[in-house]
């Protein structure tokens, strides 16, 4: 049996490392620098909420022996035949991209490295960084040769938080190599991890323009669902039932217009190729037509309701996307800097979070008891409990915008409210 570390327990790497340890072909370790997570897996228990079937997956690990957390990444890898790599790559204030995390990773797999290893990298990266930045990074510390002493592959991580799981099944597993036996051993490691179609690409730097590439698609796609949510409203027409009948056009496929984009993926990739010389154009514009959408909402109600100034606004959702805990880039981020320039005071809601988590942002962690205070709200992650929403407790609130158009227009009018949506009115 062979042993496998994957390097980063987190949304991603833990469902990976539980997939591989009840395959039934590897033994795995998981290496991360965060000792409760280690400490949680070692007990059996994930520390990941909301993923289906991963609860169990982690648990049946434990119970076989087959998957061990440990915050020595070196040692882990010395022993391993394979090491998957999934610590994350951020982009800072201004875009530029921050490496810490995963440099300081690539530098520990360096140190353990033995000859024959397959390091395989799953993280989102600029074309080129598996050759010429960690490749070259792990010849220099272990001394080894790329290609012939260890090998070298990158396979992006296309899944989708809530359902990690299933796509990791469903999804074709996208694979590239350094050389011929590189692809040969990551081929081999997937067919075997995942059981899924395997769609090999000719270059590691074809593999990670993959993912950047479809990154980019979404955020172009849904600023262009949003430009033309913004003329819709300002005819009239509502933008949901226009994409509905122009995509049963086989070559329509717009998205969905919103307050936002957000998460550790669509704002952030595109910024992997604006970046990279890639300054003007389509990708950019589209990353500020996004981000402009939650100061277009706040102009939307302000339209309706006049000045903000001591007004209280409640938003619904501190993640960017309902039903997965994540904050990272949240349209409501957005939407606080929008309010908070106005003076508006401003309440946050999200089942997800504690309400020392949510005053971090500098507002107000909403309770029942200030139901009676709001006088407007906006809907930005459409969380599961939400679907149950009693609106009438809302006593004072005179509208509700509906950032992902979800909500029952009928029933909130009903109350005596205004309903205005990204591209319905
Ligand atoms: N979350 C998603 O929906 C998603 C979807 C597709 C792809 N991805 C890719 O997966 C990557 C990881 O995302 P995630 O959501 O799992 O991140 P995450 O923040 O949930 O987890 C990252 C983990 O890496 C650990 N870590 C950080 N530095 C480390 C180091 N030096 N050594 C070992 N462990 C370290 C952290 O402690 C954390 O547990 C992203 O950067 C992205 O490229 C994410």
Same mark, same amino acid.
Do not use: W
């Given at each position: ?38 400490? @949680?897996?070692? @007990? ?51 875009? @530029? ?46 001394? %080894? ?82 430009? %033309? ?105 957005? %939407? ?43 809907? @930005? ?45």
């Amino acid at each position: 049996m062979k042993n496998v570390t994957v390097v980063g327990l987190g949304k991603i790497g833990l469902p990976l490392a539980a997939i591989f340890a009840n395959c039934g072909h590897f033994h795995v370790y998981g290496a991360d620098i965060n000792k409760l997570v280690v400490d @949680q897996v070692n @007990q059996g228990i994930s520390h990941v909420n909301n993923e289906p079937g991963l609860d169990e997956l982690v648990a049946k690990a434990h119970q076989k022996k087959s998957l061990e957390a440990t915050i020595n990444t070196a040692e882990a890898v010395s022993k391993s035949d394979i090491v998957v790599v999934i610590v994350p790559v951020l982009t800072r204030e201004n875009g @530029q991209i921050n490496y810490q995390y995963i440099d300081s990773a690539v530098e520990e797999i360096a140190k353990g490295i033995k000859m024959g290893t397959l390091v395989t990298f799953e993280t989102t990266l600029p074309a080129g960084d598996t050759r010429n930045r960690f490749g070259k990074t792990i010849e220099k510390i272990s001394g %080894l040769t790329m290609g012939k002493d260890f090998f070298l592959s990158y396979s992006p991580e296309r899944v989708y938080s809530n359902r990690i799981i299933k796509d990791l099944s469903s999804y074709p597993k996208v694979v590239s190599g350094y050389n011929k036996r590189s692809l040969e051993l990551a081929t081999d490691f997937y067919k075997k991890g995942l059981n899924c179609e395997i769609l090999q690409v000719s270059t590691l730097e074809s593999a990670e323009f993959t993912k950047v590439a479809e990154c980019v698609y979404r955020d172009v796609n849904i600023a262009l669902a949003n430009e %033309l949510a913004i003329y819709a409203n300002n005819l009239d027409i509502n933008i949901m039932e226009v994409i509905k009948a122009a995509n049963s056009e086989p070559y329509s496929n717009i998205h969905l217009p919103g307050v936002g984009v957000g998460g550790h993926c669509i704002p952030v990739y595109p910024y992997f190729f604006i970046n990279n010389g890639m300054h003007e154009g389509l990708t950019t514009l589209s990353r500020k037509i996004n981000d402009s959408m939650a100061e277009y909402a706040v102009e939307l109600i302000e339209e309706i309701i006049g000045s903000l100034k001591d007004k209280t606004i409640l938003i619904l959702g501190l993640s960017f996307r309902g039903n997965v805990k994540e904050p990272t880039k949240s349209s409501t981020l957005l %939407l606080i800097e929008a309010l908070k320039e106005r003076e508006t005071t401003v309440c946050v809601d999200d089942p997800l979070f504690n309400p020392d988590e949510i005053s971090k942002y500098g507002v107000i962690p909403f309770s029942n008891q200030l139901a009676d205070q709001i006088d407007a709200i906006i809907l @930005q992650a459409y969380h599961d409990e939400y679907q149950k929403i009693d609106f009438s407790v809302f006593e004072n609130c005179s509208l509700i915008l509906d950032g992902r158009n979800v909500l029952n227009q009928r029933e909130i009018e009903n109350l005596g409210m205004k309903y205005l949506g990204i591209g319905i009115k």
